[in-house]
C-alpha cells in the first residue's frame, strides 16, 4: 500500500514535455554531467529574468542580481533548468485561492490525476520532480507550502530550521518563518542540495542565528541506515480513521525494526491560528515593499499590486478575489496586535520544545497530509477539502521555525501520503538522517 516506486519509475523515464503544467519558463538542460539540472519556484530571483510569484503584476519584475541561494547553487555544480509555477502569492492573496493555480501559468495538475491538486504554495517545484523533469527542485515554506506539496505528489520535502537557508532575493510572506528548501526524488539529492544553499548571508539577519561550528555536511547523514536508541514522540492527527490507525501500527514495527521507539504523547497545545495568522498578516506588506524598493518592478507599494488586480480583474480574480491583501494594509499598522501575537507563538514554541524535552524526544513523527483533493474552482481548496481525509502536523514546525522532513511512506485511495520527521531548531542533519534510515 504505501509503496509508490511503480508511478515514480514511470515518471522518470518517459521523456517528459510539461504535461502538468508545473513550469513558467524551462531552459536547456546542461549537457555537462557533472551538473544537477535543478528547478527555481518563481518568487526566487535568477539575474535576467522575470521573478512573478505567479502574478501578472509582477510580468515586468527582472530580478537584478541572483538570490543568495542561487548564487550558492551555481557555484556547487548545479545548473538552473526553468522556473515552476506556484499558488499565485504563494496562497496568500485569498482565502479561497487554488493551490497550483496563477495568473501567469493557469493551474498545475496533480501527476497521478489531473483532476486532483498537487496542494501548495511549492506546486510547480513537487510537480517537476515528481513528473521527471528534474531530480531536485527548490521550494518555500511559510506553513507547509514544501512538505504538503512534498507529500502530496509523493517525493521528499525538506523545511529547514528559518535562518540556515538566507531569504535574501526572495519574494516574503513573513519573515519569522519563511523559509526556502529543496524538493527531491530522494533524502540523498534533497541532502546534496541542502548542503549547497545552506549559510550566513549578511543580508539575511536570521542566517546569523546559525550556530557556530553547525555541522552543515548533510550528505554524511544520509548513510544511515538504523534509529537505535531514538525516541520519536508520535503525532497524532489523522488517527481518528482506518488510515491513521493503520499507519500507527506500521510505523511503530518499521522503527522497531531500526531499534527506535514510539513514544504516544499525552499532547494538550492549542494551535493558535487567529494569532499566526496575524502575523503573516502584518509582516506581509513590509516585507513586500521592502523587497519591492530594490526591485526592477515600477509598483513600489501593496496598495498598487491591489490597483492592479482591480484593474485586471478579469484576468487576475476570475477564481478568487484579494480580501489578504486588504487584511495586510490594515493589519501593518496594529504594531501592538502584532508583538502580542509573536509572544503568544513564541509561547507556543516553548510548549512544543518543552513537550519534546519531556518525553525525552529525538524528533516528532506524524503523518504529513492527507491525499490529494479534487481541484474546485468555484470554492478553492477550502471547499474541497471538506470532501477529502484531513489532517496535518507540520503547523508547529512552522511558527517555531523548526526542521521538517516528509518522505514518501503510504498511500490512501492511490494517493501518496508522507512521514514527517520534526526536530528542534538546527537538528536538520539528525532529522535527515532519520529520514534516510526509513526511506524506502
Known amino acids: 500500500m504505501r509503496y509508490l516506486f511503480i508511478f515514480l519509475f514511470f515518471f522518470y523515464h518517459l521523456a517528459i514535455a510539461d504535461e502538468f503544467n508545473s513550469l513558467i519558463e524551462e531552459y536547456p538542460s546542461s549537457n555537462n554531467i557533472s551538473k544537477v539540472n535543478i528547478v527555481i519556484k518563481d518568487n526566487i530571483d535568477i539575474k535576467g529574468k522575470a521573478t512573478t510569484a505567479g502574478s501578472l503584476a509582477l510580468v515586468n519584475n527582472t530580478a537584478k542580481e541572483n538570490a543568495f541561494l542561487i548564487e550558492k547553487l551555481l557555484a556547487n555544480n548545479f545548473h538552473i533548468k526553468g522556473k515552476s509555477n506556484l499558488s499565485e502569492w504563494a496562497n496568500f492573496r485569498s482565502t479561497n485561492s487554488i493551490s497550483g493555480w496563477s495568473s501567469i501559468n493557469g493551474q498545475t495538475d496533480h501527476p497521478l490525476d489531473p483532476e486532483y491538486n498537487p496542494c501548495g504554495s511549492s506546486s510547480g517545484s513537487a510537480v517537476a520532480v515528481a513528473s521527471g523533469i528534474v531530480d531536485i527542485a527548490i521550494g518555500t515554506e511559510t506553513n507547509g507550502s514544501i512538505t504538503c506539496p512534498a507529500s502530496v505528489v509523493g517525493i521528499v520535502g525538506m523545511k529547514p530550521t528559518v535562518g540556515l537557508v538566507s ?4 519574494i516574503p510572506i ?3 518563518q519563511d523559509t526556502a528548501g529543496p524538493m527531491g526524488r530522494s533524502v540523498m539529492i534533497v541532502a546534496q542540495t541542502l548542503q549547497a544553499i545552506a549559510g550566513e548571508d549578511l543580508n539575511d539577519i536570521k542566517t546569523k542565528d546559525i550556530p557556530q561550528n553547525f555541522d552543515r555536511n548533510f550528505m554524511e547523514a544520509t548513510t544511515n541506515k538504523t534509529l537505535k536508541g531514538k525516541r520519536f514522540g508520535l503525532l497524532k492527527s489523522g488517527f481518528d480513521n482506518k488510515f491513521g490507525k493503520e499507519f500507527l501500527k506500521t510505523i ?3 522503527i522497531a525494526k531500526l531499534g527506535g521507539s514510539i513514544v504516544i504523547l499525552d499532547d494538550n497545545r492549542n494551535y493558535p491560528s487567529e494569532e499566526e495568522y496575524f502575523v503573516l498578516l502584518y509582516e506581509f506588506k513590509h516585507g513586500l515593499e521592502s523587497y519591492l524598493k530594490n526591485a526592477s518592478e515600477k509598483k513600489k507599494s501593496l496598495q498598487e499590486l491591489i490597483d492592479f488586480n482591480n484593474e485586471n480583474s478579469k484576468k487576475v480574480m476570475k477564481l478568487f478575489g484579494q480580501e489578504i491583501f486588504y487584511l495586510a494594509i490594515e493589519a501593518s499598522s496594529n504594531e501592538v496586535e502584532y508583538f502580542k501575537s509573536l509572544q503568544v507563538l513564541k509561547e507556543s514554541n516553548e510548549e512544543t520544545l518543552l513537550l519534546m524535552e ?8 506524524g503523518l504529513t497530509r492527507g491525499p490529494a483533493w479534487k481541484t474546485n474552482e468555484d470554492g478553492g481548496d477550502n471547499e474541497a477539502m471538506n470532501e477529502v481525509i484531513s489532517f ?3 503547523g508547529y514546525a512552522a511558527i517555531g521555525g523548526l526542521p521538517h522532513i516528509t518522505i514518501p511512506y503510504f498511500t490512501i485511495n492511490g494517493f501518496p501520503v508522507g512521514l514527517s520527521l520534526i526536530g528542534k531548531p538546527w537538528s536538520d542533519k539528525e532529522i535527515i ?4 534510515a526509513l526511506e524506502h
Open 392 to 394: 496535518g502536523n507540520g
Open 358 to 365: 519531556k518525553y525525552n524526544l529525538d524528533a516528532f513523527i
Open 167 to 170: 531569504r535574501n532575493g526572495i
Open 252 to 254: 511503530k514495527k518499521d
Open 433 to 436: 538522517s532519520y529520514a534516510s
Open 174 to 176: 513573513a519573515s519569522s
